[in-house]
C-alpha cells in the first residue's frame, strides 16, 4: 500500500476542517503526554518507536480501517519508518513530513474581519503551539502584532496582499515563545516597538509602546491604540484596533486570564492584573472583540478557526473574570500555577538580544505547549 508525507499545513486543514483523523504518535510517552496534536475528530495511540522496532503486528487491531491514519514523531526519521511498516501490513498511512517541529511552526492565517474603508485583519494561528498573532492591513500598508519567529511567514503574507510592513509590536516581553517583531522590523524598515518597562533588559535599539500611542495603517488610516495593562508582565500592553478589536496579549485569554510569575513576580504583579482585568478592562465597551495572544484548548477555537469573543461575554463566562474577593483571586493565581513554559529564562534573554542560538536551537527552545495561562 501507499505511504504519504503530509505537511503540517495539511494536517491543520484538516484539524481545522474536522475531518475524522487517527494518529499513531511514536514518541515517548513523556512527550506525547506534555504534548500533542489536537483536534474534535482526532483519535490517538501512543507506542514508542522503541517498542516497534520487532514489527507492528501486534497494533495493527488497535488501529482503524474506516479512517485516515497519520504517523507522527519528533521530527520525521521514526513515523516515516513505522509507516512504511504498516504499508507492508496493507494500510495506507501517511506520515507528518518535519515531524512535530514542523507542527510546532506551522501558522494558519484565519481573516477576523473587514477595517473600515477596505481594510483587513487576519490572525495567524499556531495551532501546535497556541500562539496568535495579527496582522492589520489598510491602504498598501501592514501592522503586525505578537509574530513569532517565523519571520518568512508574516513577510510572504505581506507580500501577497501587497502590504508594506510599517509598523511591528509585541504586547510584551515573550516567554513562552521567540518573538519575530525585531527580524520582521530590521528586514522591512519598519518600526518595533516595545513596552519600555519590559524593555530594561534589551540590548537593541527599540521604540517606546507608551500607554495612549496611537499610530495609524494606510493611506484612510487604521487607528491602532495602545492600552498599558500590566499584570503578566510589568509592561504588558493591549490594543484597541480601528475601534472594535481588542488584542489582549497575554492578560486576558478566551477561557483562562494569563499568569503573572513567568519573571518570578508572581506576588508583586498580582495586583497589577487584577486591576487591569477588574478595573482598566471594565470601563471598556462590551461590544470589543477579544483576540489574545494564546490559547490553551481546542474548545476555544471557533468554527472558522479562529480565536475571538465579545468582551461583554468573557465578563459573564470566565471564571478569572468573576473571583468577587481580591485574596481569592490572589491565591488562585499564584497557588495554582502550571509549569513554567519551556526554556522560558533562555526565550527571555533571546528576545532581549543577549542571546542568540542557532535555528536548531531555537526550536528546541519552543518545544511543548504554551504555558502563560493560569489554569
Known amino acids: 500500500m501507499t505511504v504519504t508525507a503530509w505537511t503540517a499545513k495539511e494536517v491543520a486543514r484538516k484539524v481545522l476542517g474536522r475531518s475524522p483523523l487517527f494518529i499513531l504518535d511514536v514518541?515517548?510517552?513523556?512527550?506525547?503526554?506534555?504534548?500533542?496534536?489536537?483536534?474534535?475528530?482526532?483519535d490517538y495511540l501512543n507506542?514508542?518507536?522503541?517498542?516497534?522496532?520487532?514489527?507492528?503486528?501486534?497494533?495493527?487491531?488497535?488501529?482503524p480501517k474506516d479512517r485516515e491514519i497519520l504517523v507522527v514523531?519528533?521530527?520525521?526519521?521514526?513515523?516515516?519508518?513505522?509507516?512504511e511498516m504498516l504499508s507492508d501490513e496493507g494500510l495506507d498511512v501517511a506520515y507528518l513530513e518535519g515531524g512535530m517541529k514542523a507542527w510546532s511552526e506551522?501558522?494558519?492565517?484565519?481573516?477576523?474581519?473587514?477595517?473600515?474603508?477596505?481594510?483587513?485583519?487576519?490572525?495567524?494561528?499556531?495551532?501546535?503551539?497556541?500562539?496568535?498573532?495579527?496582522?492589520?492591513?489598510?491602504?498598501?500598508?501592514?501592522?503586525?502584532?505578537?509574530?513569532?519567529?517565523?519571520?518568512d511567514t508574516f513577510l510572504d503574507f505581506?507580500?501577497?496582499?501587497?502590504?508594506?510592513?510599517?509598523?511591528?509590536?509585541?504586547?510584551?516581553?515573550?516567554?513562552?515563545h521567540i518573538s519575530g517583531g525585531r527580524e520582521i522590523a530590521e528586514a522591512t524598515g519598519a518600526t518595533y516597538y516595545l513596552p519600555p518597562k519590559d524593555a530594561e533588559e534589551v540590548v537593541f535599539e527599540y521604540a517606546p509602546l507608551e500607554d495612549g500611542l496611537e499610530v495609524t495603517v494606510g493611506g484612510t488610516p487604521i487607528a491602532v491604540q495602545a492600552l498599558y495593562s500590566p499584570g503578566h508582565t510589568i509592561g504588558s500592553t493591549s490594543f484597541i484596533v480601528d475601534h472594535k478589536y481588542l488584542m489582549t496579549?497575554?492578560?486576558?485569554?478566551?477561557?483562562?486570564?494569563?499568569?503573572?510569575?513567568?519573571?518570578?513576580?508572581?506576588?508583586?504583579?498580582?495586583?497589577?492584573?487584577?486591576?487591569?482585568?477588574?478595573?482598566?478592562y471594565r470601563e471598556?465597551?462590551?461590544?470589543?472583540?477579544?483576540?489574545?495572544?494564546?490559547?490553551?484548548?481546542?474548545?476555544?477555537?471557533?468554527?472558522?478557526?479562529?480565536?475571538?469573543?465579545?468582551?461583554?461575554?468573557?465578563?459573564?463566562?470566565?471564571?478569572?473574570?468573576?473571583?468577587?474577593?481580591?485574596?481569592t483571586f490572589r491565591d488562585m493565581v499564584t497557588k495554582n500555577l502550571p509549569p513554567q513554559p519551556n526554556a522560558y529564562g533562555e526565550i527571555r534573554q533571546m528576545n532581549m538580544g543577549k542571546i542568540t542560538p542557532d535555528e536548531e536551537s531555537q526550536r528546541e527552545m519552543e518545544i511543548g505547549p504554551n504555558r502563560c495561562a493560569v489554569r
Open 249 to 280: 496579549g497575554d492578560i486576558l485569554f478566551i477561557d483562562s486570564i494569563g499568569r503573572p510569575d513567568l519573571a518570578g513576580l508572581a506576588e508583586d504583579w498580582v495586583g497589577d492584573l487584577r486591576e487591569t482585568l477588574y478595573s482598566r
Open 158 to 176: 505581506a507580500k501577497e496582499k501587497n502590504a508594506q510592513i510599517k509598523h511591528v509590536f509585541d504586547t510584551h516581553l515573550h516567554a513562552d
Open 106 to 151: 506551522y501558522l494558519e492565517p484565519v481573516k477576523i474581519g473587514d477595517l473600515k474603508d477596505g481594510g483587513e485583519l487576519y490572525q495567524f494561528v499556531r495551532l501546535g503551539k497556541g500562539c496568535l498573532s495579527y496582522m492589520a492591513i489598510s491602504g498598501g500598508e501592514a501592522a503586525i502584532i505578537d509574530a513569532t519567529r517565523m519571520a
Open 47 to 63: 507506542v514508542p518507536y522503541f517498542d516497534l522496532l520487532d514489527g507492528v503486528e501486534e497494533i495493527m487491531e488497535k488501529l
Open 284 to 327: 471598556l465597551s462590551d461590544e470589543l472583540i477579544v483576540l489574545p495572544a494564546h490559547f490553551m484548548i481546542m474548545d476555544e477555537l471557533n468554527e472558522d478557526g479562529s480565536v475571538a469573543k465579545k468582551l461583554g461575554e468573557l465578563f459573564e463566562e470566565n471564571h478569572g473574570l468573576n473571583v468577587g474577593d481580591e485574596q
Open 27 to 42: 514518541r515517548n510517552e513523556d512527550a506525547y503526554a506534555d504534548w500533542k496534536i489536537e483536534g474534535y475528530t482526532v
Open 73 to 83: 514523531c519528533a521530527k520525521v526519521g521514526s513515523s516515516q519508518m513505522v509507516a
